[in-house]
């Protein structure tokens, strides 16, 4: 395998499958649309999970740095019903097998395990298209072209180069996120801080879910879930923060007071983000020369495994590549045959886990699910 393998996009699969293909001598290069790592937020907590996560970062030589990453205490997860009552406690003691870490450190960690210039930034894509013999051409907004014996697509929800091979687009999945940050919240929020503890908590309700992380700093971090039509979202001003905050928090009216001050007090305007997915069973005929990872092969409604199974995505991918480096072919066949039961699984329990909380009582329903059970998806 003499030719660079071309991957586009800096995310948490893409660069973990070029770490995998430098490890073993194979050259990659990275297109990522970005202008630079620091570009924009690169998201909240994430539960690396020791069945997939964990098992692709150490098939990429990185576990060791990614215990340097951990925050002690963050397994910690606590249900919670609407007026603040704790149904769950499940405290961490250390040995759960899902750390958390923040997903901008991970993925700086990923940047930093690789050679220079391997991420080529402000590279958008703008067209690619199939030439002969299973090569492809991608064309970026500045006018250069690369032709490619493998391409990669990691370029997530709205992929460029998912329509080589699918005709698939994301659908609005009837419901939304909207995220807001407290700061210093131990001093400055005391009361939300409090409801929130150590790690993570959920509060599910029938029309409306609050979920928060505390992340490095004494940051917490909300994710209010709302399954509403999207003309319903259009018509809240959420750069306006104090209206935004206040129309969100009235479909918590009766909520714990600390539960509904993680919208109000929020330090910043907050972020909508409307949720899309692919078909649950999503997969595509072999195309030579080219496959998909992460969420520009299987955009689900989220449940905690999506960065886990796209870090496992990478690691496959990767080792599929360096097993067979004279049959390309081969390499990508082994690799989706794996990735799309796999995904379409993981789809499937999101599906059903959005659906509890949806449901009648879903606070004392998710309790009972995970008693006993591992700690709440991130």
């Known amino acids: 395998m003499h030719d660079p393998i071309t991957i586009i996009g800096a995310g948490l699969g893409g660069l973990l499958l070029a770490r995998v293909l430098h490890l073993h001598g194979i050259v990659a290069v990275v297109y990522e649309a970005e202008s630079s790592p620091s570009a924009r937020s690169q998201g909240g907590m994430l539960d690396i999970h020791a069945e997939n996560g964990q098992v692709a970062l150490r098939a990429a030589g990185l576990l060791d740095a990614f215990q340097d990453l951990i925050l002690p205490g963050r397994q910690a997860s606590y249900v919670l019903d609407y007026d603040g009552t704790v149904l769950l406690d499940q405290s961490d003691d250390g040995a759960g097998g899902r750390p958390e870490v923040q997903r901008g450190e991970l993925r700086q960690m990923l940047l930093d395990s690789l050679p220079a210039g391997t991420v080529q930034w402000g590279q958008k894509v703008t067209a690619v298209r199939s ?147 692919l078909p649950a069973e999503h997969r595509w005929a072999r195309v030579p020369g080219v496959t998909l990872l992460g969420d520009a092969a299987h955009l689900a409604m989220p449940n905690g495994e999506g960065a886990n199974l796209a870090l496992l995505d990478g690691a496959e991918l990767g080792l599929a590549l360096v097993a067979h480096r004279d049959d390309v072919e081969a390499a990508l066949a082994a690799y989706e045959q794996a990735m799309f039961p796999r995904s379409a699984a993981a789809a499937a329990e999101g599906a059903a886990l959005h659906a509890l909380l949806g449901g009648a009582a879903p606070a004392v329903a998710l309790a009972a699910m995970l008693q006993g059970q591992a700690p709440l998806p991130g």
């Not at 935004?244 to 918590?252: D, K, M, N, P, T």
């Not at 007071?257 to 899309?276: E, G």
Request: negative net charge.
């Open 131 to 277: 030439l002969d013999a299973g090569r492809h051409e991608v064309t970026f907004a500045d006018g250069m072209t690369v032709a490619t014996r493998v391409l990669v697509g990691a370029d997530g929800a709205w992929s460029r180069v998912r329509p080589l091979l699918s005709e698939a687009t994301p659908a609005y999945a009837g419901l939304a996120y909207i995220e807001t940050w407290l700061f210093d919240a131990a001093i400055r929020h005391p009361a939300s801080a409090a409801l929130v503890g150590n790690g993570a908590m959920i509060a599910p309700g029938q029309h409306g879910t609050i979920a928060a992380h505390r992340e490095r700093g004494e940051t917490l971090h909300t994710y209010v879930m709302l399954t509403r039509p999207e003309a319903w979202f259009a018509a809240i001003d959420f750069s306006d923060a104090g209206a935004g905050c206040a129309r969100v928090a009235q479909e918590f009216a009766g909520w714990a007071p600390a539960l509904k001050a993680l919208i109000t007090d929020s330090d910043t305007p907050p972020l909508f983000r409307p949720i899309y997915a």
